[in-house]
């Protein structure tokens, strides 16, 4: 099956910090997600983006699916962005999303 | 438009004992995913629903696990019995369409299951 790498596996920043997510996957996909999973759980959705840049705020996502990788930009970064970040490709017929294993993101004060 | 409800929230059994988990997606949304969160770990698929059919269930632990659809709409997810490795948390999905559609996967919060 299709192998989705994250990087970094864990980040520490402080309040107002930028980062950079990167989520590499190993064939080519139909679609990507970008997710938050707060810390009660909840995977809450960021992006649905197979190829090119979209921004929602203080986050943007650029695929480049023919480089087999996906970025995510938290700029400004605050409290409430802690958390792990999860990305999920869209992969041959099949139309499931596999997960990788994630970013855990903390960001302090 | 009401997200992906969930139910039990927690649950607590002993080790070869049963345990169902309910979900109900979002109207409208024909396809349902079942997944299995091990803590440290990325979701991993348990079974997908396209209305009320099988699409894959491959992961799926058919020994032990069960999933129905019955009517399109709500699913569950049973364990009998369950193990220790069991101990997870249980996610719930759901899309509009699959294939070319709009394959957008929205979570519900999850059933944490512990076995003791």
């Known amino acids: 099956g299709i192998q989705v790498e994250q990087s970094p596996p864990d980040l520490i920043l402080q309040e107002g910090a930028n980062s950079t997510l990167r989520c590499n996957f190993s064939d080519s996909v139909n679609n990507l997600q970008w997710f938050h999973q707060n810390p009660w759980g909840q995977l809450i959705n960021l992006f649905y983006i197979p190829s090119g840049t979209k921004q929602n705020g203080r986050l943007s996502a650029t695929t480049v699916a023919t480089e087999r990788y996906s970025l995510l930009y938290i700029s400004s970064s605050q409290t409430t962005d802690s958390g792990v970040y999860f990305c999920a490709v869209y992969h041959g017929g099949s139309y499931i999303p596999t997960f990788g294993r994630g970013t855990s993101l903390i960001v302090h004060p | 438009e009401a997200g992906v409800a969930q139910s039990p929230r927690y649950k607590i059994i002993e080790k070869r004992q049963s345990v169902a988990f309910w979900c109900n997606p979002i109207?409208?949304?024909?396809?349902l995913y079942w997944y299995q969160q091990i803590l440290g770990q990325g979701p991993k698929l348990l079974i997908q629903f396209q209305n009320n059919g099988v699409v894959d269930d491959s992961q799926l632990p058919k020994d032990r696990f069960s999933a129905e659809r019955l009517k399109g709409v709500d699913s569950t997810l049973k364990i009998q019995p369950a193990k220790l490795e069991d101990s997870a948390v249980y996610l719930c999905?759901?899309?509009?369409?699959?294939?070319?559609?709009?394959?957008?996967?929205?979570f519900g919060q999850g059933t944490r299951l512990t076995v003791v």
């Open positions: 109207s409208g949304h024909a396809t």
């Open positions: 999905a759901s899309s509009l369409e699959r294939g070319q559609g709009n394959t957008e996967a929205f």
